[in-house]
């Protein structure tokens, strides 16, 4: 099932993408009135009562007709994996050792956009990048979660690009905090696929494009720490509650990589496609300071 946000005629709503057409929307919001977001039913771990609804009615509303809005309005915490595809370890070519640990930092939510929003370079900055990530949606709170029970605590999956100043990146010593969050400057979306659409997180398939040419193309089959490790690992030290968001890392290709390197500019679109999931598509504008 895909859930998704939306605004309509002034009206902030969310329903779910109808499973023999995906241009429809079955309306659950105002059905399903305990549950005003799609935050409160991840808080509620009611998911499994949309989808028993949602099998048995028709579409109320065509996609076309309403703007996409993030998946969460208030997400939680935002947790990102750095350097988890072995490929993008070698990319720094500093002869390091494969790690034994994840890289953690977070973003704050306002450096998201949603599907269709403009992603912006800020005047401080043309080194605007992207990065292609698929990210876990937590749905059911745990501390110290053990990796055979992790899957039990995901609400599902959602796209995102994990857009970076990569300048801004090096401004401190020991953190990449600031290239990471610039307002707007990244997106997640357009829904959220609950985990009933996947058979196993172990190989999905994440693939970025900029202005239609593929740039990343890699599946989570060669991630260095998987889904399950990064729950438990994470929860080690923090508890994890609905609306949490864990993004899990980008594949090699990202511009700065390129010689020259290849920085977003106004008008690039960028598209970060996971199969099963659906496509986050950004156009890239200047931010008006």
């Not at 099998?55 to 509303?61: E, I, K, M, Q, S």
């Not at 659409?197 to 599946?219: C, S």
């Not at 080690?236 to 864990?246: A, H, Q, S, V």
């Not at 500019?265 to 986050?280: A, F, M, Q, Y």
């Amino acid at each position: 099932m895909k859930l998704v946000s939306y605004a309509r005629a002034g009206h902030e709503g969310w329903g779910a993408l109808s499973p023999d057409r995906e241009d429809g929307v079955i309306e659950l919001g105002p059905r399903m009135a305990a549950y005003p977001t799609l935050d409160a039913l991840l808080a509620a771990d009611a998911v499994d009562e949309a989808r028993t609804l949602a099998a048995r009615l028709a579409p109320d509303l065509a996609l076309a007709d309403l703007r996409v809005r993030k998946p969460l309005a208030r997400p939680g915490k935002v947790i990102c994996v750095g350097v988890n595809y072995a490929e993008r370890n070698e990319e720094y070519r500093d002869g390091s050792e494969r790690p034994k640990w994840p890289s953690l930092f977070m973003r704050t939510p306002a450096s998201l956009v949603a599907h269709g929003e403009p992603i912006l370079r800020p005047p401080e900055s043309e080194q605007l990048d992207y990065e292609g990530e698929i990210a876990i949606v937590i749905g059911r709170a745990g501390r110290r979660i053990p990796r055979a029970q992790a899957a039990a605590h995901v609400a599902g999956l959602t796209c995102m690009n994990e857009g970076t100043l990569r300048d801004w990146l090096r401004h401190g010593k020991f953190n990449v905090t600031q290239g990471k969050n610039f307002e707007a400057s990244g997106s997640i979306g357009p829904w959220l696929a609950t985990t009933d659409a996947f058979d196993g997180f172990g190989d999905l398939r994440v693939i970025t494009r900029v202005n239609g040419e593929v740039r990343q193309d890699d599946t989570t089959a060669r991630l260095m720490f998987p889904f399950e490790f990064l729950i438990e690992y994470v929860s080690t030290f923090m508890r994890l509650e609905p609306g949490d968001i864990i993004s899990t890392g980008t594949p090699t290709g990202a511009g700065a990589r390129f010689d020259p390197p290849k920085w977003l500019v106004p008008g690039d679109r960028v598209e970060v496609e996971v199969p099963g999931i659906g496509t986050l598509a950004n156009d890239v504008a200047d931010e008006r300071p």
